[in-house]
T-cell receptor
């Protein structure tokens, strides 16, 4: 199988630079957000999550920022590496945090150039 | 652990044919689900199951059937394939429905209906 990405926006970043991937979410009542990474030929993989009572959360080389006022989420990847090349998409859900209520974004393709 | 496995990886069907997409996990996860991924759209939930013997409809259930006779297996049946069902299908599982950040996806099945 392949990741579905024929019509995705693409972000091209040089190796070593920082990447910022944006996501506008739809439901102002959503209060749990997740970023996924999908490499070619693979299923989505959880990267990082954030709840609405936070503005920022950091992981290993990744940071998620949440702006509830404008319903915007961003994923920052520090020191981007070739292995970061993939499709990235966000997902949102309501407070009960159940997987069956997840709404997924369409994604952004990240291309890392050497 | 093999994680979440899906078979086949690729399948071509003619309109009206039926088939079953297989999904299995060896992590003793209670929650399993099926998604489809189409160009320009986020993942959409087809059916899900919170445990053996329990299934429920997701966002786009029409044309698909599921059953959950064991914890390990969650097959997706296409009763009479249509070109609109051309898509990439992903199975996912987690220990509980609420553990979204521990949801694992399979590698996907690319289905083409002619």
């Amino acid at each position: 199988g392949e990741s579905v990405g024929l019509h995705l926006p693409t972000l091209s970043v040089q190796e070593g630079d920082n990447s910022i991937i944006n996501c506008a979410y739809s439901n102002s009542a959503s209060d749990y957000f997740i970023w996924y990474k999908q490499e070619s030929g693979k299923g989505p993989q959880f990267i990082i999550d954030i709840r609405s009572n936070m503005d920022k959360r950091q992981g290993q080389r990744v940071t998620v920022l949440l702006n509830k006022t404008v319903k915007h989420l961003s994923l920052q990847i520090a020191a981007t590496q070739p292995g970061d090349s993939a499709v990235y998409f966000c997902a949102e859900t309501l407070g009960d945090g159940t997987a069956s209520k997840l709404t997924f974004g369409t994604g952004t393709r990240l291309q890392v150039t050497l | 652990n093999a994680g979440v496995t899906q078979t086949p990886k690729f399948q071509v069907l003619k309109t009206g044919q039926s088939m079953t997409l297989q999904c299995a996990q060896d992590m003793n996860h209670e929650y399993m689900s099926w998604y489809r991924q189409d160009p320009g759209m986020g993942l959409r939930l087809i059916h899900y199951s919170v445990g053996a013997g329990i299934t429920d409809q997701g966002e786009v259930p029409n044309g698909y059937n599921v059953s959950r006779s064991t914890t390990e297996d969650f097959p997706l049946r296409l009763l009479s394939a249509a070109p609109s069902q051309t898509s990439v299908y992903f199975c996912a599982s987690s220990y509980m429905e609420g553990l979204i950040n521990e949801q694992y996806f399979g590698p996907g099945t690319r289905l083409t209906v002619t």
